[in-house]
């Protein structure tokens, strides 16, 4: 379960080739299989934070196209056979609205059905510098006319509620009547509920209509929700030229239209300009639904008096400024620049603008997940937008601040006497899941809600939002810890947080979930410290603040002593942080299970029980953890956590790969790094989860940003200052970024030769790179080394094997001889001497133990001790057989063979030929090196470079795997990747832990 897994998916992908012209600014598709059009309608979505369109053909019907905003959902009551106090009783669904889209075409009598045609040529296109989507098609009809339909859209980021399209229609051949329906359809509900709990919903209610009306000037739809009290107008418009003219308007159950006719010759070409406008209530509003119309018309009134050539420049200087901002360059690689562009495109337009909204996990791509609101939206999103468009993640945050009110009442059903608690799923703000241990449960929602109000303030300098909002989101969200958790006398008086699910949905209701716990800490720390700023410099505003919210002046302090003795253990066996109090005593999830022919999650495959009872998890969870708040967690004990987590990982979550991608990256793991990068950056492009045609994955294209600026990058906040360590990643020449801080503007060019920082904004920017202030002026550029990433390694080719403590206890044997001969000559051996002598070959270890002999011995006598001490352990030998292997040796050893690798054992014991015969392992391998065939034992490299010669490679072609920090010391010195079995006090130079060789997983280390 590490990158492998999820790179394998993304050698299937359509990736360009090395000779197609890339683009990056414009993602082409020229695909004609309908089975693939719901795909396309995501990727060729446009949105503004109020308003999505899916990416359709105007003139085809598809049953996946939509219209859909941010405002209008249905509510519907969840219904439970068992009912226990504080379940969430009702669910918010995002449902498609009247869409606007249809164009039907009609040459003569005969309606133009694509699919009864011949597509002779396809080309569709979203034009990430101008915000449009275009798309031509040449089809020839059965009856041999042939059309060229050029069609453009946009969804206005200046308007909110605006939708213009830009409709041609010529002929090839084609002499005769054109007919063009343009409409308003209503027929579209909501995805029903299937199998896949990621789509669709069980609806009481939905959209109803409440009037209609068409004429030659316009036409439109009023529509209402049955539940949720919201209405909406939909009306369009329509500028022609002189080659069509109006026919007539109809009125129908399914919606409204208008219908245009002409003649066509060969040549001859007949154009449509569509306006569509959008207007809708709030929920629960008794607004008077007659004003929708009049106020959709006014929109519409402007934007036809723009023009839709005006209305294109509007958007291309709107995602101008969003560019300047970015500053993205991929020098050689315009593939991944043209990807990243596309996320950072749906990211920026799919955004909440007006407060009253935030960012859906699949933004208004699609339906899926209902369009509910979660904690990646700050934890994932905000930290993109916040350097990128600030005045999104102020919009973001400041929804929350809406919905604190509904925070409050689900902290009180949830039993929280005080304070708020945000809701896992929502649009309104209450709560939506119906499954608590996956929903309400997730309590580190709120320490990302804080967590990204932190960073906004810092990276905006925008105090004003923390004293109008922030503050009150920060204090109010941090008093729920203390009562989750308390100070644990069993656990040496550390605060304990319980029954809690952590980032990993495959592990739910745990006591200390790390992420959470650590998370927790920095909440209640920042609370403390907010109090206490606020307090000193705006006294008025803290004693408002704290009198309406009935804060008591002890509080403050007890947030500061429960983030103190935040309980964050470190497991003693493999110094990894533990996910949990448990997870590290259950098994791990057989590969049996953990393996699926399809794309399908282990949640549509298993039972949430069997899951939890495994050490699987669904995402990076831990490691989140590192990323976001672990500064003081040094580079060493990120690596052991990360090596560990990756081997138990499923990534069935698309949240996964930009975490592992940043961590990777930051504890050296290049090749990981981009892969997961990789697998961040294009999960939607090439689908590699099976749903992106349910809408795109709106944190994971964050993610891509993040692997990129903080993978990459190394950005990270510390003391309220940005702080970068860039690498260059092999594959590419250089890149460049941009971020804005505090109104200034870094540029961030990163190549061979180092980093070259830029002032594009602003006169002078604090900031740290590699740990060390700097001080940036306007127009003078600092040029600083990099620290990069080491060279990599030839691709791996073999393993070398330890024998005593790897593959076989051997150890307890030649401890039991030595304690034999220890006893005959009267020195003794206690288990610190023991422990030395491990992995040191016969003649180092006797010098070991007569170091406290009671006498000096002779040469001759210390031959004939190691003799003596040989013959003890050859007796002990004997009772050996293949059920002394330590579980998992043969199948580690049979799985790099079966890998294609060479493999090799290396033992300073002198029988390993004998020991491998007893153990039945003898033609497992095809070099055996022993203490006979060198002359010096570890730490010193011999009897590893002696094993690569030994296969005829180098030895930086093998990987090492011991139980010795002798051993790990010897296989540094040679030049191999070193993997460590056993704890990790005396294995901690070992560049991978595991806890036994049951834990070794061959696929890790292929590239």
Not at 253 to 268: E, F, I
Not at 465 to 488: C, D, S, V, Y
Not at 977 to 996: F, H, N
Request: include cysteine; hydrophobic fraction near 45%; aromatic fraction near 8%.
């Amino acid at each position: 379960m590490d990158h492998q897994t999820t790179a394998a998916a993304s050698s299937n992908a359509r990736m360009p080739d090395a000779q197609t012209m890339v683009d990056p600014w414009l993602l082409v598709r020229h695909g004609t299989d309908p089975a693939g059009f719901a795909q396309d309608e995501s990727l060729f979505a446009l949105a503004n934070g109020t308003l999505g369109v899916r990416g359709n053909l105007e003139e085809a019907d598809s049953a996946s196209q939509a219209s859909l905003l941010s405002g209008v959902w249905e509510r519907t009551p969840i219904e439970y056979h068992e009912r226990f106090p504080g379940f969430a009783s009702h669910t918010d669904t995002r449902i498609p609205v009247a869409d606007a889209t249809p164009i039907r075409l009609r040459l003569g009598d005969t309606p133009v059905r694509l699919d009864q045609g011949e597509w002779l040529q396809f080309e569709r296109n979203l034009d990430l510098r101008h915000g449009c989507y275009r798309r031509r098609l040449r089809w020839r009809s059965p009856q041999g006319a042939t059309l060229e339909i050029e069609a453009e859209r946009l969804v206005s980021l200046a308007e909110a509620g605006l939708l213009a399209i830009r409709y041609r229609v010529r002929s090839l051949d084609y002499h005769g009547p054109i007919t063009l329906e343009s409409s308003i359809a209503t027929g579209r509900q909501a995805t029903g509920q299937g199998d896949d709990p990621r789509i669709g919903t069980r609806l009481a209610g939905g959209l109803v209509s409440w009037a209609t009306q068409a004429d030659e000037g316009s036409a439109w739809v009023g529509q209402q929700t049955r539940h949720s009290g919201i209405r909406l107008a939909c009306v369009q418009h329509h500028v022609h030229g002189a080659e069509l003219t109006f026919r007539h308007a109809r009125e129908s159950a399914d919606g409204v239209s208008q219908v245009y006719a002409g003649m066509l010759a060969p040549g001859q070409t007949v154009s449509l300009d569509k306006y569509v406008a959008y207007a809708f209530t709030a929920p629960f509003a008794t607004d008077a639904a007659e004003t929708l119309p009049a106020r959709a018309e006014a929109t519409l009134a402007t934007a036809v008096a723009l023009g839709y050539p005006a209305l294109l420049e509007r958007q291309t200087q709107v995602l101008a400024g969003f560019w300047a901002q970015a500053d993205l360059a991929i020098a050689g690689d315009p593939a991944t620049e043209q990807a990243l562009r596309l996320n950072l495109f749906h990211l920026f337009q799919s955004s909440g603008r007006d407060g009253r909204s935030s960012t859906a996990a699949k933004g208004l791509t699609g339906e899926g997940y209902e369009g509910h609101y979660f904690w990646d939206a700050e934890a994932f999103m905000l930290p993109a937008l916040v350097t990128l468009a600030p005045e999104l993640a102020r919009a973001m945050l400041a929804y929350r601040h809406r919905t604190l009110g509904h925070a409050r009442r689900h902290a009180r059903e949830l039993n929280h006497l005080r304070g708020a608690l945000y809701a896992w799923r929502t649009i309104s703000g209450d709560e939506c899941s119906a499954y608590f241990p996956g929903g309400s449960a997730q309590y580190h929602i709120n320490a990302a809600v804080a967590w990204a109000t932190r960073l906004y303030v810092d990276a905006s300098g925008d105090q004003a939002f923390m004293l109008e909002g922030g503050a009150e989101i920060i204090f109010e969200t941090a008093r729920i810890w203390l009562q989750i958790g308390h100070f644990n006398p069993r656990r040496g008086g550390a605060f304990c947080i319980h029954e809690v699910t952590g980032p990993d949905e495959y592990t739910a209701l745990v006591d200390n979930n790390h992420y959470t716990n650590r998370m927790a800490q920095r909440h209640l720390r920042d609370a403390a410290a907010t109090a206490e700023w606020m307090a000193l410099s705006h006294p008025a505003k803290y004693a408002a603040l704290t009198t309406r919210i009935g804060l008591d002046a002890d509080e403050p302090a007890q947030w500061r002593a429960a983030a103190q003795a935040m309980y964050l253990p470190v497991d003693a066996a493999l110094g990894i942080f533990p996910q949990d109090d448990g997870f590290l005593d259950k098994p791990r999830l057989p590969a049996e299970l953990a393996t699926a022919t399809d794309q399908r999650p282990l949640l549509l495959r298993m039972h949430p029980l069997t899951i939890y009872r495994h050490q699987v998890c669904k995402q990076a969870d831990a490691l989140l953890a590192l990323m976001l708040a672990g500064e003081q967690v040094d580079v060493a004990a990120k690596r052991r956590n990360f090596d560990y987590y990756e081997g138990v990982t499923a990534h069935d979550s698309t949240l996964s790969a930009s975490t592992f991608a940043v961590i990777a990256a930051e504890v050296g793991h290049a090749d990981k790094a981009f892969h997961y990068f990789r697998d961040t950056l294009r999960v939607d492009l090439d689908d590699l989860h099976g749903n992106a045609a349910h809408g795109l994955h709106m944190a994971a294209m964050a993610g891509s940003w993040l692997a990129l600026t903080w993978g990459y990058g190394g950005l990270r906040v510390h003391d309220g200052l940005p702080a970068l360590a860039p690498r260059l990643p092999a594959a590419w020449k250089s890149y460049r970024f941009g971020l804005r801080w505090r109104g200034t503007h870094l540029r961030v060019e990163v190549d061979g030769d180092g980093v070259r920082y830029t002032l594009t904004e602003g006169s002078a920017l604090t900031f740290l790179h590699d740990g060390l202030p700097q001080r940036l002026r306007a127009g003078q550029p600092l040029r600083l080394p990099c620290a990069g990433f080491a060279a990599p390694l030839p691709p791996l080719k073999a393993v070398v094997f330890d024998l005593d403590g790897v593959l076989a206890d051997t150890a307890v044997l030649h401890r039991a001889a030595w304690q034999q001969l220890a006893d005959e000559i009267g020195a003794p051996l206690d288990e610190a001497t023991a422990g030395r002598m491990k992995g040191v070959d016969r003649r180092g270890s006797l010098d070991i133990l007569l170091e406290q002999a009671p006498r000096c011995y002779s040469e001759a006598e210390k031959e004939a001790f190691a003799a003596r001490k040989n013959a003890h352990y050859v007796e002990l030998i004997e009772r050996l057989g293949p059920q002394d292997l330590l579980p998992g040796a043969r199948a580690a050893v049979e799985s790099v063979r079966r890998a294609g690798l060479k493999t090799a054992l290396a033992s300073a014991s002198r029988n390993a030929p004998q020991l491998l015969a007893r153990l039945g392992i003898a033609a497992l391998f095809d070099c055996v090196v022993d203490a006979n065939r060198i002359a010096r034992s570890k730490p010193d490299p011999e009897i590893f470079l002696a094993a690569a010669r030994g296969l005829g490679l180098s030895s930086q072609e093998c990987l090492g795997v011991e139980d010795a920090a002798a051993g790990i010391a010897a296989l540094h010195a040679a030049g191999m990747t070193a993997v460590g079995i056993g704890r990790a006090q005396e294995l901690d130079k070992a560049d991978v832990l595991l806890p036994d060789i049951a834990a070794f997983d061959i696929s890790r280390f292929i590239a």
